[in-house]
């Protein structure tokens, strides 16, 4: 049976053939074959990594996913170039992609230890990205938001062209939006209203997706953010207020997936909590390998974080761990 999803990170849209959709933390790369832009990044995307691993080859049983996603998920993904297959999941880059976790990130995760099957990702993640860049504004003008992130997908695969022929039953999307929502934001006096017309956007997207054929979903929360080196450096207010934006925001995907839920028949939806993997690993750095809770290091093991804002293997890895568990016996 060949499944399908489609998921979106940190700042994204991706389908599984894999999908996901997470507003991003994570600027473009430039890495080889990417001809995106660059420059300027924000001061938390400056380290980006390539890296070209293995990958191994499973059954004939495909999955697909879609991902949108903060560039906790960011992979590189072009569409216009080669697409995922067996013996290349991601389509381009090969597994792990272009990440700044210093390897695999929860994506790659997924479709490399944590699929029971072949599962390949079409990820439309773009690095910087927010839900709807009139509301709340990325690093730059060309980041593509998570509308347009679905506008991509519409134009692609949402058709189900031969090279992506996904259904109903073996797609998944996946949503992680949020990050960077919050995080240029959390500090405005009209916040609550902001929220809720992010929402109103967000679910917006999903009505397309759903529209297009679309019934599996897994919606990723916003992490504790507030937790990293960077935003600790801005001192405990800075940290308060994002946390309480942070808990406002993950309440509301909640409340509103029920109603979409209620508007839209067929629908099979998941919310992970991805407070509790980073918090986990936070809680306890030394027992995954790093000598405190606040270091970072490039080579994504030393330290819980890769850089000041983004989180190293380790956790990027507990994050996948808890996407694995909560779609246990369907996708993975």
Not at 159 to 186: C, F, I, R
Request: proline share 5%.
């Amino acid at each position: 049976m060949l499944h399908t999803s489609i998921v979106s990170v940190t700042a994204s849209l991706a389908l599984v053939l894999n999908a996901n959709a997470q507003a991003a933390l994570y600027a473009q790369c430039g890495g080889e074959g990417y001809s995106g832009p660059t420059s300027p990044m924000p001061p938390w995307n400056k380290h980006c990594t390539k890296y070209y691993n293995n990958h191994n080859d499973h059954n004939n049983d495909h999955r697909y996913t879609h991902r949108a996603k903060v560039l906790h998920h960011f992979t590189g993904f072009n569409i216009n170039s080669t697409k995922p297959s067996a013996s290349n999941p991601l389509g381009n880059p090969t597994l792990p992609g272009w990440t700044t976790s210093g390897g695999l990130n929860w994506v790659g995760f997924l479709v490399s230890k944590y699929n029971t099957s072949l599962t390949l990702s079409y990820n439309f993640a773009y690095g910087g990205a927010t839900t709807n860049a009139s509301l709340v504004a990325p690093y730059t003008s060309t980041v593509l938001s998570f509308i347009d992130q679905v506008t991509e997908f519409t134009n692609s695969i949402a058709s189900k062209p031969s090279y992506a022929p996904w259904t109903s039953e073996n797609s998944l999307v996946g949503v992680w939006m949020g990050v960077n929502d919050v995080g240029n934001s959390y500090w405005l006096s009209n916040i609550d209203e902001l929220l809720i017309k992010i929402m109103d956007s967000y679910f917006g997207q999903l009505q397309i997706l759903y529209d297009a054929g679309v019934r599996n979903y897994v919606l990723l929360g916003v992490p504790p953010i507030n937790r990293s080196p960077l935003m600790l450096s801005q001192g405990t207010d800075a940290t308060t207020a994002e946390a309480a934006v942070i808990a406002k925001y993950n309440n509301l995907i909640a409340t509103y997936l029920a109603k979409f839920k209620s508007k839209n028949s067929g629908v099979t939806a998941t919310i992970v909590d991805t407070q509790a993997p980073f918090n986990k690993a936070l809680d306890n750095p030394t027992a995954y390998g790093a000598p405190n809770a606040t270091c970072f290091n490039s080579d994504g093991t030393s330290c819980l974080w890769f850089n000041d804002y983004h989180p190293g293997i380790a956790i990027q890895n507990l994050t996948a761990q808890a996407v694995a568990s909560a779609l246990k016996g369907s996708f993975f």
